[in-house]
C-alpha cells in the first residue's frame, strides 16, 4: 500500500484496535501472574514467539539471518528488551494495571533525553514543554498511591524501570547497525536474546508454577502471538503507511484506556490522582510526537 499524508477510516480504525490490544495486553499479564512465576512468563513469551516472528518473516520472504555486524547491538538490545520486560512483568504483580501504564508511558521523556545525548535529536521548546508534562505526571502517579494497597512503590518503580527499558531498546534500534536491520529483525533480535536470559534468570524469583490453569496458557500463547508479534507488525505497517508522527501520537490512548480496563475486570481503584496524572502524561505525548514542521511531515 502506497504511503498516505494523513490517516483515513481504515487506518484509524486498525490504529484504534492496536491501541486497543496494547492496553489489554497488561490485563492478559497480570491475570497469567496469578498461574506462572512473571519472570518464568516473560521468557516463555519470548521463546514463542521466536517461532511466530520467524515464521511471519518466512512468510514475507525474508527468513531471519544473523549478521556478524550486528551481533554486538543485537544482544545488547536483546538484554535490554529483556530488563524491560522483567520489570514490567514484576509491576504487574505489584502495582495496578492503570498504574503500570501511566508510569511506563512516560517512556518519551526518558528516549528524548537519550536521543539528545546520543542521536544527535535536540529538545526543541514543544518537545521539552511535552517532556515536562510527561515527566510531571510520572511523579505524580508514583508519589499519590491509593490507602487501598493494590499498589506498592516497588512496583511503581519497576514500571518506572521497564519504562526505561523501552527507551533503552528505541535508543539501540535507532543507532546505524540495527537501523539497518530493520524493525522486524529487531524484535527477532529482541526475542531470541530475552528468552533464555529471562529463563535463566527464573528460578531467582520464586516457584516457576503457581496456581496453573489452562486460560493462563490460552493468555501465554495470545501474549506470544498476537501481542508480540501481530501487534508490533500491526505497529509496523501503520507506521509506514501513515505519518509516524500521527501514528505514535495516537499512544496517548492507551494508558487511558489501561486504567478503565483496570477498574472494569480487576475493580482497581480509580483516583482523581491517577486520573490527572494520565492527563499529563497523554498531553506531553502528544506535544512530543507533534510535528514542528510542514503539514505532511513525519
Known amino acids: 500500500m502506497h504511503r498516505k ?3 483515513d477510516v481504515f487506518g484509524g480504525s486498525v490504529l484504534l484496535g ?3 490490544l496494547l492496553s489489554f495486553n497488561q490485563i492478559i499479564v497480570k491475570l497469567v501472574n496469578d498461574g506462572l512465576q512473571p519472570v518464568f512468563f516473560a521468557g516463555l513469551r519470548s521463546a514463542l514467539a521466536i517461532f511466530f516472528v520467524w515464521a511471519w518473516l518466512a512468510y514475507k520472504g525474508r527468513p531471519p539471518r544473523l549478521h556478524r555486524a550486528a551481533l554486538g547491538p543485537g544482544l545488547l538490545m536483546g538484554a535490554v528488551f529483556a530488563a524491560e520486560f522483567l520489570c514490567l512483568f514484576l509491576a504487574l504483580d505489584l502495582t495496578t494495571v492503570g498504574r503500570a501504564s ?4 512516560s517512556m518519551p521523556v526518558w528516549f528524548a533525553i537519550m536521543a539528545h545525548f546520543g542521536l544527535g535529536e535536540p529538545i526543541s521548546r514543544q518537545k521539552a514543554a511535552g517532556l515536562s508534562l ?3 505526571g510520572c511523579a ?3 508519589f499519590s498511591r491509593p490507602d487501598t494497597g493494590e499498589a506498592s512503590l516497588a512496583g511503581d518503580l519497576l514500571a518506572l524501570g521497564a519504562a526505561l527499558g523501552w527507551a533503552g531498546t528505541a535508543f539501540v534500534a535507532r543507532r546505524p547497525v540495527m537501523r539497518a536491520e530493520g524493525p522486524e529483525m529487531q524484535l527477532f533480535w529482541m526475542v531470541l536474546v530475552s528468552a533464555p536470559l529471562l ?4 528460578p531467582l524469583f520464586g516457584p516457576l508454577i503457581r496456581d496453573l490453569q489452562p486460560i493462563h496458557l490460552v493468555g501465554l500463547v495470545f501474549q506470544a502471538s498476537v501481542v508480540v508479534a ?3 507488525i500491526a505497529w509496523l505497517w501503520l507506521m509506514s503507511v501513515y505519518p509516524s508522527s500521527t501514528v505514535a501520537s495516537f499512544s496517548f490512548l492507551t494508558p487511558i484506556f489501561a486504567i478503565c480496563l483496570g477498574a472494569l475486570i480487576f475493580g482497581e481503584t480509580v483516583t482523581w490522582a491517577i486520573l490527572g496524572a494520565a492527563a499529563l502524561v497523554a498531553a506531553g505525548i502528544v506535544l512530543i510526537n507533534r510535528p514542528t514542521g510542514p503539514r505532511g511531515q513525519g
Do not use: C, E, K, P
Open 5 to 7: 499524508d494523513r490517516l
Open 199 to 202: 529463563l535463566l534468570a527464573a
Open 18 to 20: 492496536v491501541t486497543l
Open 134 to 136: 510527561a515527566f510531571a
Open 140 to 142: 505524580w502517579a508514583i
Open 230 to 232: 501481530g501487534g508490533f
Open 102 to 105: 501511566v508510569i511506563m508511558y
